[in-house]
Every structure is written in C-alpha cells, then in structure tokens.
C-alpha cells in the first residue's frame, strides 16, 4: 500500500458492521471464554497497512494500538519484511537455535550490545515478552542465590504464573495464580495522579520508597533475602505513570546498597517508544546500573515474534544450569526482521518524529484536563500516551462507563485505541513513524467526542 494514498479514516458501517457481527459470533463458539469477554473491539479485523486498521466490512481506522507497541515502523513496513521473508526461505523455516545456532542470530546480539546500556553486553534469546520477564527473573536467582522479587502494584509484566504474579496490575490478572506462586514483595509505585499515601509530590519525598525500608525492610524480609528489583521505567498497562525525579534514582540507590539485581523491563518502553531509544535513558544516572532487560513488542521491528533478556556479564556467566528459551526463541527470520527494524529507526531517525508526535500530543491532549471536567489526568512521554477519565475532579471517581463511551465513538469515528472493559483510561501507542498531521486527525477526533460525551451525559465543559 502507498503510504500517501491513505489520509485518514474511512468509515462505511456503524461499527460493528454485519459481517464483524457474524465473525464476533463465530469466535463466542470457537474461543475459551475469557479470549473475549473483555475485549473491547467491536470489529474483526481484515487488514493492515501503515498506520491504519481495515475491518472486514470496510471501515478504515487510524491504528493507535499497533499490535501493542510491536509495529513501531507502522505496518507492512517493507524493508522490515523483506529480510525478514528473506531469512525465512533462507532457513527454510523454523529451526531450533538454542541447539542448531543459525547465523543470522549474531548480527541482532551484536547490535542488541551495541544500542542497550554499554554494560549489558550478553543476550538470552526468547519469544515473548512473558518470557522475556521470567528469564530475566531467574537469572537474578540464580546470581544472587536470593529468593525473592520486589515488584510493583499497578505493574503488568506479562500472563503466565511467573510474570503475572510478578506484576499485580489488577486482581483479575492475578486470579488463579497468585494462590500458587510465590516469592514476590509487591510495593506502591510512584502513581502519583492517585497516591496511596494521599500525598503530593514533591512534599511527599518519595514516601512510597521509604515504605520499602521503613516497612518492607523492616518488618517483612531481611535485604538479603531479596534477589532483585523488577520495575517498569514507566508503568503502562496501568495507565501510562511516568515516575517523578527522583525515584529511579532512589530505587537504585537502594539496590546498590543491598546486592540488589537490578531488572528494567523495556518490553514495552523500549525502541523509542518514549521518545528515548531505552525509557531508562531518561534517568541518565541509572543507564549503566541496569543489570539486566526485557526486551519484546517493537524489538520484533513489526515482523515476527521475539524477545530477549540483554544483561551483565556478570549476571549471564553465574549459572552454567539455566533452560531459558525454547524452541522457537530467536527464529532465524524473527532475527533478520528484528535487524532491519532497528537498522530502519536509526536510518529514518524516528526518534525526531517522536518529539514532533509528542510535541503535538502536549499541545492538543494537555488542554483537555482544563476544558473538560471529566478529563481527569493526560500522561505522555513521547508516544507513551493515557488519558484518565474521572465522574469529576475533585473526588476522581473513575468514569467507567463515560471512558467506554468515549472509546466506542472514537472506534465509530475511525480511531482504534486501547481500552479494556473496566477501566476508566484509554491509552494510545501509535506508530512512531506516524505522520504529523494524521496524528493531528485522531487529535480532532479524540476532541469532538469527548466534547460530545461531556454534553450528552451533562458533565459540561471546565
Ligand atoms: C512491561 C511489559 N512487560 C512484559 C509484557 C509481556 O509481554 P508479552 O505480551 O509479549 O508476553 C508486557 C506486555 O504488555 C509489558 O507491557
């Protein structure tokens, strides 16, 4: 597809459409029942190209999901799936590489050295962000022969026992499993749009990290009890928090001081997507105390699915005892993909488009905590993007029903953002190849509903 053809949303159906109605029934009788119940996307999608979405009767969306952060260069992006079809031929297919090792996975390691932190120079190869959290996990055990994982509420670090129990962001993520896994110290992230001390900062001088050594340290387990830190540099699943100065930087104070092995999860931070190439990069003090980090989504450069653990020598060479992977970890053609999605970014210098989307997301989003009453918080670090919605300011009684009214128009309107049944955000991870003035259309659109949704339900304006 041309990119240019394309200028903006193109909508033929309300939405659902007949047919998506028709797959939506197909896929109640042949899914397990959680797949769908929370989902909230009205459509069954047809296909993709660039920075849209088309569903199967028509309607054309500007894409704000991006398979989850995972196409950064938008999709179909030529350069990246033709290396990566490529390597496919080239290889044959699937092959096993944690035992035949193929050739092409030296060139990503290699560049994966060379863009992360200068001190995380070994790679574990892996396929999926879960996975990628759990090695990472194991790795810190097996190094400090410590047993457990100080982690944060609010924080998402992927399904399964180990990564889900490791992030509590909600009961329902946890449920069934929190019963069986164990090893996990869960403290308050720095959420400060909702405290859990009531506090502000920066009178509040970071008390949710006091908490861990006035509380945790105190009454729960002894430091050396703890074999490392796992935290997201910003919390995304939760609502897009960006830690306030300081607390990066206290929280590794903190790990240095007690042998902590210091765990910075970029699965879904990482490749530019907030602004930086690393979301860690924005607390320049730390970048070289980081022992070890996820990577996932947009490393995959949009093509297949890989992930990876990026660590210390130090941390990579203590256990010679240690299954991580699996048998489709770091596929031949994942790996050329994932390549040429980084080489891309570099050579489309995509980190200056961030600015510019960040730039317009400042200028358009902020305002719309002033004009509307119901526009509770707008957090953004480059294309890192939330909006809380709130029954009003002053209590923050989270506007549930409104977020998901706002979410269905805008879908109706052409713009497919994230927002999950139950809560009361709606976060948006464009392309960071994105064009401005696209950008500036989903801005448009984002405006008149809200303006519409505060009206109709007689919220008002500010
Ligand atoms: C910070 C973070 N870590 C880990 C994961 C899990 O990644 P995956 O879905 O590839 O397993 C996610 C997924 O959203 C994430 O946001």
């Given at each position: 597809m041309e990119p240019d053809k394309y200028v903006g949303p193109h909508m033929v159906t309300s939405v659902p459409g007949p047919k998506s109605r028709e797959y939506h029934e197909k896929e109640r009788k042949l899914f397990f029942k959680a797949w769908y119940v929370d989902k909230d996307v009205p459509f069954i999608m047809r296909r993709k190209y660039t920075w849209f979405i088309e569903d199967v009767d028509g309607n054309r969306y500007i894409d704000m999901v991006t398979g989850w952060a995972s196409t950064p260069m938008g999709a179909g992006y030529k350069p990246v799936l033709e290396k990566a079809v490529e390597a496919l031929w080239e290889s044959g297919g699937v092959e096993c590489t944690d035992y035949?090792?193929?050739?092409?996975?030296f060139d990503l390691a290699e560049k994966l050295a060379e863009i992360t932190p200068r001190q995380l120079t070994r790679v574990a190869p892996d396929t999926t962000g879960t996975e990628a959290v759990e090695a990472a996990m194991r790795l810190a055990r097996e190094k400090t022969k410590r047993y457990f994982m100080l982690t944060f509420h609010g924080s998402f670090h992927g399904g399964n026992y180990g990564a889900a129990g490791a992030g509590p962001t909600s009961p329902d993520v946890t449920h069934g499993i929190k019963e069986y896994i164990h090893g996990f110290i869960h403290v308050p992230y720095p959420t400060c749009y909702r405290c859990p001390f009531r506090q502000t900062y920066p009178q509040c001088n970071l008390a949710c990290l006091d908490y861990i050594e006035d509380v945790i340290l105190r009454y729960e387990t002894a430091p050396d009890t703890i074999a490392g830190v796992l935290y997201e540099p910003i919390q995304g699943e939760n609502g897009v928090y960006i830690p306030p100065d300081g607390w990066v930087e206290r929280l590794h104070e903190m790990g240095e001081k007690y042998g902590w092995v210091m765990i910075d999860d970029e699965v879904q931070t990482g490749f530019g997507r907030t602004g930086k190439m690393f979301a860690i990069e924005h607390w320049p003090q730390v970048v070289e105390k980081v022992d070890l980090m996820p990577l996932a989504k947009a490393l995959s450069g949009g093509a297949l699915p890989i992930a990876a653990v990026m660590g210390t020598d130090e941390v990579m060479t203590a256990s010679d005892n240690l299954y991580l992977g699996g048998t489709f970890a770091w596929q031949p053609a994942a790996c050329a993909g994932a390549l040429a999605g980084i080489e891309a970014m570099e050579r489309e210098n995509v980190l200056d488009n961030v600015a510019r989307l960040e730039k317009i997301a400042q200028d358009r989003m902020t305002p719309l905590m002033e004009k509307y009453e119901i526009v509770g918080d707008v957090r953004i670090k480059g294309v890192y993007l939330a909006l809380e919605f709130v029954e009003d300011k002053e209590t923050k009684t989270p506007a549930k029903e409104l977020t998901r009214q706002i979410h269905r128009r805008l879908i109706n309107k052409g713009v497919v953002g994230i927002h999950e049944r139950g809560l009361w955000w709606i976060r948006w991870l464009p392309a960071l190849n994105m064009p401005p003035q696209l950008f500036h259309k989903a801005c448009d659109l984002l405006e008149e509903t809200i303006d519409e949704v505060s009206r109709e339900y007689g919220k008002g304006i500010a």
């Open positions: 035949v090792t193929d050739v092409h996975l």
